[in-house]
């Protein structure tokens, strides 16, 4: 999505298993990947992420006009249903051989164990790798479909949308190993169309530290809060002290202030020894709020 809207970022690694202190000082808690830290602004979720690139760069649109329901809808769907498939069908053992062949023991049961604690507070369960397999085919040949109209070379037309990235990103996660790459280079289409997204590219990025994160984030001030009037659903006030977490998996919760809820966001307001005053953005769609 960066290279798509050809922007300049800084490139922060963290570790792959819990804890990773510089993140969580970031985000409260919030333990999944990626996040997008704008000063002292964090936003969680690849979803709403998506929205502040937009917000930040208006064209090319991850959102096209007259299509913003379809591209966020079959993100989702890609981000949900095909993401888990995807994950049972990498996780089998044969493929899990494969991708650990040279990692230590030690990591491996480390890897396992935090993958499993991944899962363990929230509304989904990992697929059946049997159930995957058999539904594998359904959906390869449903974006086959997609990608034969007429109307252009990408999911939704003539250029790729968030709909693209967020299919290609589980396809990509398949092609890691020779056991689960012929999910995907088995079908031509399929194949020549993601090496068409993959090719957009990452932009212009460079390293930097999870420590010059957290820095960065004590020295900045929170942006100014959106200006959008919404009575919240169930009632949450502004200023209230409540806890977001997610509900399929990576459940931890995340404790502050709410100060803004919109109709997409909800925005937290929290402070950290190390980072400082910081707002943290989660979309409202699949995540919870509950008062403390």
């Given amino acids: 999505m960066l290279g798509f809207k050809q922007l300049s970022w800084r ?21 999944r990947t990626p996040v997008l830290q704008v000063g002292a602004d ?25 299509q913003e329901f379809t591209a966020a809808t079959l993100a989702q769907w890609a981000d949900s249903v095909l993401f888990l498939n995807a994950v049972s069908l990498v996780f089998q053992p044969e493929s899990m051989a494969l991708r650990f062949a040279q990692v230590p023991k030690e990591f491996v049961q480390v890897f396992s164990k935090d993958r499993a604690q991944l899962f363990a507070n929230g509304s989904v369960s990992r697929v059946p790798l049997e159930q995957a397999k058999s539904d594998w085919p359904v959906f390869m040949s449903r974006l086959q479909q997609q990608l ?20 290609a990103h589980c396809l990509w996660f398949l092609r890691a190993t020779p056991v689960t790459a012929p999910l995907v280079d088995d079908y031509p289409e399929i194949r020549a ?13 460079s390293e930097m530290s999870g420590e010059d994160a957290v820095r960065v984030a004590r020295e900045a001030e929170p942006a100014a809060l959106p200006e959008e009037a919404l009575a919240d659903p169930n009632g949450f006030q502004e200023g209230q002290p409540v806890t977001i977490a997610a509900v399929d998996y990576g459940a931890d919760p995340v404790e502050g202030e709410l100060v803004f809820a919109g109709a997409e966001e909800l925005i937290l307001r929290r ?17 919870r709020i509950e008062a403390r």
Wanted: charged share 20%.
């Fill in 42 to 66: 964090i936003y969680c979720d690849t979803a709403l992420i998506a929205r502040r690139l937009e917000a930040e760069k208006a064209t090319p649109a991850l959102f096209p006009e007259g």
């Fill in 271 to 287: 402070s950290d020894d190390r980072a400082g005053v910081v707002h943290v953005h989660f979309p409202r769609s699949g995540y």
């Fill in 193 to 205: 169309w993601l090496g068409k997204v993959l090719g957009v590219g990452h932009g212009s990025s």
């Fill in 11 to 31: 490139s922060v690694m963290i570790p792959p298993v819990m804890p990773k202190p510089d993140l969580t000082a970031l985000t409260g808690g919030y333990r």
């Fill in 148 to 167: 034969a109209r007429e109307e252009g070379e990408f999911l939704l037309g003539a250029a790729p949308s968030l709909a693209d990235f967020a299919v």
